[in-house]
């Protein structure tokens, strides 16, 4: 497979800024002296059982009550605690791989050269939390023999678009580094009512690249991780590339066609990257779990939900299909009984579409729905949950293509509402 091409040192300036403006840093690739090994033997895999740990917005971690604590010694040491807690109580419950966010929106949870501290840390973007969150955690979790996947969102820049987070970015340009929102502004656009980058400009996808590498090259990260945002709009709030589809998508038959290569190229890229940097560390994509619906395809799910192919233009099945990733892992929320998208239909899908292939299977499962009441999902509420969820991971490991489990997502264990689960899970799963 060849490599694929890499730009570096990426500078452009902002327009009508006085002086010097701080540049845009992309990490150039370091020089691999070896040549690339193979990765370990499918044989030598665990069963996969993990869990999304969320920071955007603090979903998960870090508590919110830390970032006003009355210094930065007790919010570290609030911090650090809440994140060692929640590995002994993973631990305890048989979770072997911890999917840490590590770039929740344009901001970054290590000493980035590339993109400021995310204020979910202090509440100021580009402030110094005082410690590592990404090395803190690969140092607890592989102590406690857990693998740890950097999860990345790679390209949104903001969860709103509110005056104060305008604010906020703008006043970020005086730092080292500044946000992309400053440093690009010509890259930025509005979908699904946040700042995200547009993901048909070549540049744009050169510096997600160099983010990645970053991680990378300097943490003994277990893999890499991409959740189901990419090109994400919503009804109300559709992202603007005409332009950029003006300049970039010639000889392209519709715009769908030429997003969908765009996708494709920035997955390829990353896979290459990470390969000739740490063969070893796995890359692999979380998508939405449905690829395309029958109706459109013949070779979709007889599904009718949200695909992918359509809404997210990302062609999951065909980077599956080209060995660009080592593992994936759809997002099938929805129980046996939603015929819509049934659970076991897609999970038979994906089983199908892996199976000739060398890339894992494994299946993101909806902890968040378990105990919550739903007039279309009844099946979540009846005895807590625990007769869906047994059916599910009962399925997954009845099919041999499929490696394993993933839980979306941690702070979901520590609800009254799933509780009859985690015991269950527990006992099914712990030592």
Not at 214 to 240: I, R
Request: hydrophobic share 40%; proline share 8%.
């Amino acid at each position: 497979m060849k490599r694929s091409g890499w730009l570096v040192a990426v500078a452009l300036i902002i327009a009508g800024c006085a002086s010097q403006p701080p540049k845009s840093l992309v990490t150039p690739l370091p020089t691999v002296a070896q040549p690339s090994l193979p990765t370990k033997p499918l044989t030598d895999q665990q069963p996969m059982r993990g869990v999304w740990l969320a920071t955007v917005s603090r979903l998960d971690w870090p508590p919110v009550a830390s970032v006003n604590a009355s210094s930065a010694a007790s919010r570290i040491s609030q911090q650090q605690k809440a994140l060692t807690d929640k590995l002994d109580k993973l631990k305890s419950l048989g979770i072997n791989t911890v999917f840490f966010q590590v770039k929740p929106d344009g901001t970054a949870l290590w000493p980035s050269k590339i993109l400021p501290w995310s204020d979910m840390l202090t509440g100021k973007i580009g402030a110094d939390p005082g410690y590592d969150p990404l090395q803190f955690i690969l140092d607890e979790a592989h102590k406690r023999g857990m693998k740890v996947h950097a999860w990345f969102n790679p390209y949104r820049v903001s969860v709103n678009t509110k005056p104060s987070t305008v604010a906020e970015l703008n006043a970020t340009l005086s730092l080292h580094p500044a946000s992309v929102f400053v440093l690009h502004r010509d890259w930025i656009r509005t979908a699904g009512d946040r700042f995200v980058l547009d993901p048909g400009i070549p540049a744009a996808r050169d510096w997600i690249t160099s983010i990645v590498a970053e991680v990378v090259s300097h943490y003994p990260v277990d893999g890499v991780q991409f959740d189901d945002y990419f090109y994400a709009e919503s009804p109300g709030s559709a992202l603007n590339d005409s332009q950029t589809f003006r300049q970039y998508g010639q000889g392209f038959a519709s715009k769908a066609d030429w997003r969908r290569h765009n996708t494709q190229l920035l997955i390829e890229q990353v896979s290459h990257t990470i390969k000739q940097l740490k063969p070893s560390v796995e890359f692999g994509v979380s998508p939405a779990g449905v690829w395309r619906n029958l109706s459109h395809d013949p070779s979709g799910s007889d599904t009718r939900g949200a695909a992918a192919y359509d809404e997210a233009f990302a062609d999951t099945r065909q980077w599956v299909q080209m060995g660009l990733l080592d593992y994936i892992a759809p997002q099938i929320y929805w129980p046996f009984s939603r015929q819509a998208a049934r659970y076991d239909v897609l999970a038979n899908w994906w089983a199908n579409v892996v199976k000739p292939t060398h890339t894992r299977l494994y299946i993101g499962v909806a902890l968040y729905k378990v105990g919550e009441p739903s007039k279309s999902e009844p099946d979540w509420t009846v005895n807590g949950g625990v007769p869906e969820l047994k059916k599910q991971l009962d399925l997954n490991e009845s099919l041999p293509q499929i490696s394993g489990t993933i839980l979306f997502r941690e702070n979901y264990l520590n609800q009254p509402q799933t509780q009859q689960a985690v015991n269950y899970l527990r006992s099914r799963w712990g030592s």
